[in-house]
Every structure is written in structure tokens, then in C-alpha cells.
């Protein structure tokens, strides 16, 4: 049930009614009697049945409502007091604000008056005991595979030379950070990763009308490339080497991919071997040949694992999160069996550094299958990062753009 109504006398309606009319300049309205009356539609209908009823007993009948001169003269001065209230409210609004504005710009010039207090901040010298590891990843090479620059307007370029001047690029990158980051950690190791892909392959009919090599004179060349570059680190820098090694989906000797005996299928999982055996002298190195889908690296005393893989295992069909979605998805999963700290991997030749993955571009770059796929665009570049002793983190993290 709703609140009874107030009751109000008939005395009092008539009252406030007379004082509405007094503020209009013609006949009175409902409408315009509920906008300014003190009293509602219900509390009127209890006394008066009618509103023509009101106005007869009001004697305000009629049409036009002439007020006597004192109530005119009334009505002036109570506007007049409603004027000057609002405007003593709006003038202490403004004294306030000027009061506070005048705050703050004594402030300021306080401020400006003032001598600053400098004080020296000292310099940092190379901490003797900190102590990194440099992990450098190479993948998705597609070295015999071309790129014409009308596929991809105008924006990348790739044949055998191009190639190969990128990967000497990658090498002396590498080397450059090490010099660079080597001044303020000890750098004991360097991980080489190598994540497959670095043919394409013809394990399609138009890959193999392209393509400037066919498979087996690819992966020896790529093998010379990868061996120069192994070479190289060792010749410039003073660390060992740990050589991580992964087959990708490109070099597979098989139309169709395989799960349980992929690598075995695989012609880069035989030219990892031959490159083992042709350092088997070089007590500075060290492979690491994966035998399945996943290998993993533990550092300091196993209290920082990598989980290494080419990419091919997590499934992307696009999306606006791009690839992070699916990757995270992978990872959650995978590290319900052996958790790792870190996931690296190549195949979607995008260049990103997730707190919890680093994702490699290509050295191939854009190619007429992105541009097909509505791919980002992307500069050719592989991935180094370091991954830090004390806080057992990854630290530094650059893309080396070749």
C-alpha cells in the first residue's frame, strides 16, 4: 500500500494558490500551479475535485489575474533577495578560489626563489660478481627461398646473397652485444639457439618450382652458414658454447608432417649431427640435439629452465591478440608436466619478447605468404637476450635487425 496524503486545510490551498497566481502575468495553469506550488495534485483533489473548483473559491475565475500593488512590490523583493543570495554564494565560491590561486603562485615563486639542492649520483662500475647467460636465437632462415620485391610492395627483398649478407649480419650483431653487455656481466655461456627452418623445402609443388636451391644443396649451404657463424663466436668471444638445435616443419623429407618420428624425417636434424661431428675437437662447444617436439635448458644449479621448440605445436588461426593468446594457452598446458620459466621458439616469424616466451622473427622477412595471410609487416631480425644469475630472470632482451 502506497503513504496516505497528506491532509492540508482548505484555507491553506486557497492560500498558496493566490500566491502562485501572483507570479504569472495571465491565466493560470495546471501545469504551471504544480511546477510552483508547495502542494501536490492529490493533497488539492481531497479538498477540491476540480481545479476550475480551486480557482472559484480563490476567486481567480477569471482569465486574467491582476495583482494589487503591495503583493507586486512583495513579490519584487523576494526575487530581489533570491538574486542577491545566489549572488553572495558565487562571490565566496570566487574569493575562494582566488584565495587558493594566490596559494599556489606564491608557491611558485617561492620555488623559483630557491637555490636547488643538488646532490651526485655515483657512478656505476661492473659488479665482479654478476654473472649472465647469452642466449641467441636463430630460426626460420628459408635461405633458398626468393622474395621479389613486386610481391610485397616494394617492402623486403630476398635471394641467396641477401640471405647470407643477413645472416653475417645476425653473427656480428651477436658479437657486438657480447662486447657490449660482457663490460657489466661476466657472460661464462652463450646458448645457440637453432630452431629449425632454415630451408623451406619442396614440400610443396610451387615451393619447388621456386625455389633458387634444391634441398640438398640448401641444407649443405646453410650448414657452411651456421658452422662459419659457430666459428666465428668462438674466434671473438671468450665464452663456451651450448648449440641448442631443433628441427622445423620446412625440412621434413615427407609431403605430410609427422609427430612421433618427426626428426627422424627431418634433413635439418642430419645436418645438426654433421655439425656436431665436425666440432667434436672443440672442447669449447657443446650440442644439444632435440630428439622430440620440446628440449630443455637448466641454468644455475636448475633454478632457471628454457623450454625450447620450433613453434609448430601451438596452433594460431588468427585473431586481433595475435599469436599471444595461443602461446600462453600452450605454455599454461605444457607446464603442467615440466615447468619452465621461459619458452622459446620460432615458425609464426614474428619478433616478440613476452614475459614468459620470446617469439623470433625470420631472416627471410615479409614474403608473398604474409602478405596473403594479412600479416603484420615485420623487419628481418633474429633474438638475443640475456638471462641474469641473481635474479634468475630474463634480463636484456633486443631484437638484432639484419
Not at 616478440?352 to 627471410?364: A, E, H, P, T, Y
Request: charged share 25%; proline share 4%.
Amino acid at each position: 500500500m502506497g503513504k496516505p496524503v497528506p491532509s492540508v486545510s482548505k484555507t491553506d490551498l486557497i492560500k498558496d494558490v493566490k500566491q502562485v497566481a501572483l507570479k504569472i502575468d495571465g491565466t493560470l495553469t495546471r501545469d504551471f500551479l504544480r511546477s510552483h506550488s508547495v502542494y501536490t495534485d492529490q493533497q488539492r483533489a481531497k479538498v477540491f475535485p476540480t481545479f476550475d473548483s480551486l480557482l472559484k473559491a480563490a476567486d481567480l475565475d477569471k482569465k486574467v489575474i491582476e495583482a494589487t500593488p503591495a503583493e507586486r512590490l512583495a513579490l519584487k523583493q523576494a526575487e530581489l533577495q533570491a538574486k542577491k543570495e545566489d549572488g553572495a554564494k558565487l562571490l565566496t565560491e570566487a574569493i575562494s578560489k582566488i584565495t587558493k590561486l594566490e596559494a599556489e603562485r606564491e608557491t611558485l615563486i617561492s620555488l623559483h626563489d630557491r637555490t636547488p639542492q643538488l646532490y651526485d649520483i655515483p657512478v656505476q662500475t661492473p659488479s665482479k660478481d654478476s654473472e649472465s647467460v647469452m642466449c641467441i636465437v636463430a630460426s626460420d632462415w628459408h635461405s633458398e627461398e626468393p622474395v621479389e620485391p613486386g610481391q610485397v610492395g616494394g617492402l623486403n627483398e630476398h635471394n641467396l646473397e641477401i640471405g647470407e649478407a643477413r645472416a653475417n649480419n645476425f653473427w656480428r650483431g651477436c658479437q657486438r652485444f657480447y662486447d657490449i653487455f660482457s663490460r657489466d656481466t661476466n657472460i661464462p655461456t652463450i646458448i645457440v639457439g637453432l630452431l629449425g627452418d632454415f630451408i623451406t623445402n619442396s614440400i610443396h609443388e610451387e615451393l619447388a618450382e621456386e625455389n633458387l636451391l634444391n634441398p640438398t644443396e640448401a641444407i649443405y649451404r646453410v650448414q657452411n652458414m651456421l658452422l662459419s657463424g659457430i666459428r666465428f663466436l668462438l674466434k671473438n668471444t671468450k665464452s663456451d658454447l651450448v648449440v641448442v638445435c631443433h628441427s622445423g616443419n620446412h625440412g621434413r623429407t615427407t609431403i605430410h608432417q609427422r609427430i612421433a618420428n618427426e626428426v627422424g624425417n627431418s634433413l635439418e636434424h642430419f645436418m645438426f649431427f654433421n655439425m656436431r661431428d665436425q666440432l667434436a675437437d672443440e672442447p669449447r662447444v657443446k650440442f644439444q640435439i632435440a630428439t622430440g617436439y620440446h628440449s630443455y635448458t637448466r641454468l644455475f644449479d636448475s633454478k632457471y629452465t628454457i623450454r625450447w621448440h620450433h613453434g609448430h605445436g601451438m596452433n594460431f588461426g588468427g585473431g586481433v591478440g595475435g599469436i599471444t593468446i595461443p602461446v600462453n594457452k600452450a605454455i599454461a598446458q605444457w607446464n603442467k608436466g615440466v615447468k619452465a620459466d621461459l619458452d622459446v621458439f620460432g615458425h609464426f616469424h614474428t619478433s616478440i619478447d613476452g614475459k614468459n616466451f620470446v617469439s623470433n622473427g625470420s631472416l627471410i622477412g615479409y614474403n608473398a605468404f604474409a602478405v596473403r595471410i594479412k600479416a603484420d609487416f615485420e623487419r628481418p631480425s633474429q633474438s638475443l637476450f640475456l638471462v641474469n644469475k641473481r635474479y634468475n630472470a630474463k634480463g636484456i632482451y633486443t631484437p638484432i635487425y639484419v
